[in-house]
């Protein structure tokens, strides 16, 4: 007997930013796939992803919120990771396979706090090949399943904090617990190993979770199954607003004939300070309008909400 068939979602206009702790075992669009359909939204969209293997603050954009979705991805983040030492892998996480097994020399505390103020700070980073970014518009992990080495430029990025738990005995196989407060483009698996290697012995990371992206921090998130267990109206009030992705942006708000102008995409002159990122909202009603940016006392609009948006927006509840 033929199964039935599967009742067809019906989708509607959702907007605003739901904070998912992001499950082990899921990629990131995954995850937002599953949100989505709880949702029933119909445009949805991730502001960086978290590795299957990783869990925690991702996170998600739906409707006018994925026009900002993109300023997120500069945001500082917070990790806690598990560093296993003495075995490398081929992707520096437990998913790879051993390409390397070291002894683990004694580890003092002392040897600890000098490792760990070597990647306090500034410092390079060289990406790993198990990685998205791109090249020649392929990403570089495809490149790695194929067995093709290629090669990367070392990056800048800025670790803030890092703190080092002390293995209980010191002795092979020991973990070590890192605590890791980083700018954009830090890659912990890649970390992980570097602290190996300056230990002496390499390793790889076997657990990774996001604590915090920007402002918002793991309690804040719901799980997947958590929102599963909740009725729609619940869903939708677990949803912040779009301009919870603007955090640290200079606050404008125009009267309703300023309001109109600028939407079309006009500048607008006023007594404004210059500022590389302004959030603009109308005044009457009060509503986010879309970021810009002021130079010598001009707003220049950036990212602006559609006609459409701002309409569905106004009309919810």
């Not at 070291?102 to 760990?116: G, H, M, N």
């Not at 890791?180 to 890649?190: D, L, N, Q």
């Not at 300056?198 to 076997?206: D, E, F, K, T």
Request: proline share 8%; with cysteine; charged share 25%.
């Amino acid at each position: 007997m033929n199964a039935a068939p599967r009742a067809r979602v019906q989708r509607r206009p959702v907007h605003g930013v739901l904070l998912l702790d992001k499950p082990l075992g899921l990629s990131s669009n995954q995850a937002l796939q599953k949100a989505k359909w709880l949702l029933r939204a119909e445009k949805a969209g991730h502001t960086g992803t978290l590795d299957p293997l990783a869990t925690g603050v991702l996170p998600l954009c739906f409707g006018a919120a994925t026009k900002f979705s993109g300023l997120h991805l500069d945001a500082d983040k917070t990790y806690r990771a598990t560093l296993q030492l003495g075995v490398r892998t081929s992707t520096g996480d437990r998913e790879g396979e051993v390409i390397e097994r070291r002894p683990v020399p004694p580890i003092t505390a002392e040897l600890l706090e000098s490792v760990r103020q070597r990647f306090l700070g500034r410092i390079t980073q060289v990406p790993p090949m198990h990685s998205a970014l791109k090249k020649d518009g392929k990403p570089l992990y495809d490149y790695a399943r194929s067995g093709v080495a290629v090669e990367r430029s070392a990056r800048d990025i800025v670790i803030y904090e890092l703190n080092l738990a002390l293995p209980p005995d010191g002795q092979a196989q020991a973990a070590i617990e890192m605590i890791v407060k980083c700018s954009k483009g830090t890659y912990i698996r890649t970390l992980g190993e570097d602290i190996g290697e300056a230990l002496g012995c390499g390793g790889h990371l076997s657990a990774l979770r996001r604590l915090a992206t920007g402002p918002f921090d793991e309690r804040q998130c719901i799980t997947l199954e958590e929102l599963a267990a909740i009725d729609e109206p619940a869903r939708l009030a677990c949803l912040r607003p779009p301009e919870a992705l603007l955090d640290g942006h200079l606050p404008i708000t125009l009267s309703p004939e300023e309001a109109g102008r600028f939407l079309s995409g006009l500048r607008r002159r006023g007594p404004w300070p210059d500022a590389d990122r302004v959030a603009v909202h109308g005044e009457q009603p009060r509503a986010l309008l879309g970021t810009a940016h002021v130079r010598a006392g001009e707003l220049i609009p950036g990212r602006l909400l559609s006609p459409i948006e701002l309409k569905q927006m106004l009309s919810l509840p």
